[in-house]
């Protein structure tokens, strides 16, 4: 396989974002130009992968499922534009999303000739590579014992059901090749969330970690089970534990990070169950060491009460993944969280080595009464303005932080993340784009701002206007990545941008097509671009075109290159 393929997650194990092998730099980024526009029956919720010149990639929803209550994958030729496969898979509608999603919404990981995604009826599928042919598919919702599955975690019916968000990492050194994701659902007060360590040619279950605490300040063992999902006897290694943990929730909505050289995963937490602010109980609202082969546990650390840019901020999910990097010969993990902090870990020791927060104050260090605002839950105004003090004695969760996974630019020493959430929200959609960026560039070292920035108040990015600053609600929902000295970022209206990674200068821009409309803000997404050789590819959520877009991305000649 080629080391430029982006052939899973953030383009690698890592997590780094980086894209390498290609010939897109800052000089000929502004040339790049739509070799193809895909017609697909559904919306892209992902990022896609690309692997040796084919593009993979799943639909949230598939119009050509019966009723359209089902998924799409599909198998694309990135030079000609031709679908070489698809697979499809019908499911009743109460199997869905909570979002009412009944398809995918991870990047796939495409490696050694299979592919493996999970989906939004708590499965995971593993295809060939060639075809898409089925080799397997695992059942993580409910019990499988086919594939040493002992987890039934169902809750009543009509309460949003355990999903599979997390796109899966593959560890191919590890025993006989591991596949790790998480399964859970952060808004059902009865679910737990688990990590889920399968053997990559079988689809059978190797270990499995709950992410909900058993006993406050005890560490979890893994293969111990709660109670409630477990039915009839089990199976060596898993045993049931001496009770239901108390607090439930804490998902991995996001991709599982592995460490090579230290043998570890790392898994960013969702909230639990009962909600609240931080701090929050059990693994929740922070990341997870796991040791790879054996799912033990290494170390815990949850986002600080006071990196909340409101200390009344709750529902703080890390919605991003965790990243691995080196800094002077010390490993480094970072993520974002929903309050909006960034955070670098040690990742041996996982201790806090510098956070900042993400969202804008006033030069004097105030909070911007527009920023992160929150208000009664009968207030059902549209983006109200409201002073700070009720803000700060309202607890609502924070819209405008950070979902993003951040990419690595080794060559500059620098750190980008996306900023703000969706853009659907009464209280606030995406950004306070006035005051915030929808992308971050940060110095790896300080984690100040690494482009330019004016003397106002608050300070603004100079080079990046526009488009930065320009459009109502323009949110970094999505996941940048970075290919030489460019940075690619995808926004909520609905764009793909490339920047010139040491200025900001903003080098070439494409619009995927429009927001839905019927929501404050409307409603569409692109979470990311992937980069692989020449091409860059997208897929968004958008209004029309049977609700979305995929478009590949080429330097002028790379159709013959």
Aim: hydrophobic residues 35%; negative net charge.
């Amino acid at each position: 396989m080629s080391k430029s393929n982006w052939w899973m997650y953030h383009g690698d194990p890592a997590h780094t974002g980086l894209a390498t092998g290609s010939r897109i730099n800052s000089r000929n980024a502004a040339a790049l130009r739509i070799l193809h526009d895909i017609e697909i029956p559904g919306p892209v919720l992902s990022v896609p992968a690309i692997v040796d010149g084919f593009v993979y990639v799943g639909l949230a929803n598939s119009h050509a499922a019966q009723g359209a209550n089902g998924g799409q994958f599909l198998k694309i030729d990135a030079k000609t534009g031709k679908i070489a496969a698809t697979f499809e898979w019908d499911i009743d509608a109460p199997e869905g999303d909570s979002h009412g999603f009944m398809g995918m919404g991870c990047t796939p990981a495409v490696v050694n000739g299979q592919v493996f995604f999970t989906a939004f009826n708590g499965k995971i599928y593993c295809l060939s590579a060639e075809d898409l042919s089925l080799t397997w598919v695992t059942d993580l919702r409910h019990a499988d014992p086919e594939h040493n599955q002992p987890v039934t975690n169902v809750g009543p019916v009509g309460a949003p059901p355990a999903a599979g968000w997390s796109s899966p990492l593959v560890a191919a050194d590890i025993l006989n090749g591991c596949v790790y994701v998480g399964i859970g659902e952060g808004e059902n007060p009865v679910l737990f969330g688990f990590v889920f360590c399968l053997d990559m040619s079988t689809g059978n279950v190797i270990w499995v970690y709950c992410v909900c605490q058993f006993e406050e300040g005890v560490a979890n063992q893994p293969n111990v089970l709660p109670p409630a999902v477990v039915k009839g006897d089990l199976p060596p290694p898993f045993s049931a534990g001496p009770c239901n943990p108390p607090i439930r929730g804490c998902s991995v909505w996001s991709s599982i990070a592995y460490d090579d050289l230290l043998g570890r995963i790392y898994c960013a937490t969702g909230n639990p169950v009962p909600d609240s602010t931080l701090p929050s109980k059990g693994f929740s609202n922070g990341i997870l060491a796991l040791d790879a082969t054996s799912g033990e546990f290494r170390g815990f650390f949850q986002a600080l009460p006071e990196s909340s840019y409101r200390n009344t901020d709750n529902d703080v999910d890390f919605g991003g993944s965790p990243v691995l990097f080196t800094v002077n010969g010390r490993r480094l993990v970072t993520a974002g969280c929903k309050n909006g902090g960034l955070f670098v870990l040690d990742a041996v020791t996982m201790e806090l080595v510098r956070w900042r927060q993400l969202l804008p104050y006033y030069n004097d260090g105030s909070p911007i009464p527009s920023v992160d605002p929150h208000v009664g839950p009968n207030d059902a105004r549209l983006d109200p303005l409201v002073p700070n003090r009720m803000s700060a004695g309202e607890d609502q969760e924070n819209y405008s932080g950070t979902y993003s996974t951040p990419a690595i630019y080794s060559d500059l020493g620098r750190i980008y993340i996306g900023i703000g959430g969706n853009n659907y929200h009464n209280v606030q959609a995406g950004i306070d784009y006035s005051t915030t960026p929808f992308l971050r560039a940060l110095d790896w070292e300080t984690l100040d701002d690494a482009w330019k920035m004016d003397d106002g108040n608050p300070r603004l990015y100079v080079n990046p206007q526009p488009p930065m600053y320009r459009t109502p609600g323009e949110s970094g929902l999505s996941s940048p990545a970075v290919v030489n000295d460019v940075v690619f970022c995808s926004t909520s209206k609905i764009a793909v941008y490339a920047f010139d990674a040491y200025s900001g200068k903003m080098l070439w821009e494409d619009q995927l097509g429009e927001q839905t409309g019927g929501f404050n803000g409307g409603y569409g997404y692109c979470l990311g671009p992937a980069v692989a050789g020449d091409f860059v590819v997208a897929g968004a959520l958008v209004f029309g075109k049977r609700g979305g877009v995929l478009r590949i991305y080429s330097l002028p000649d790379s159709e013959e290159a």
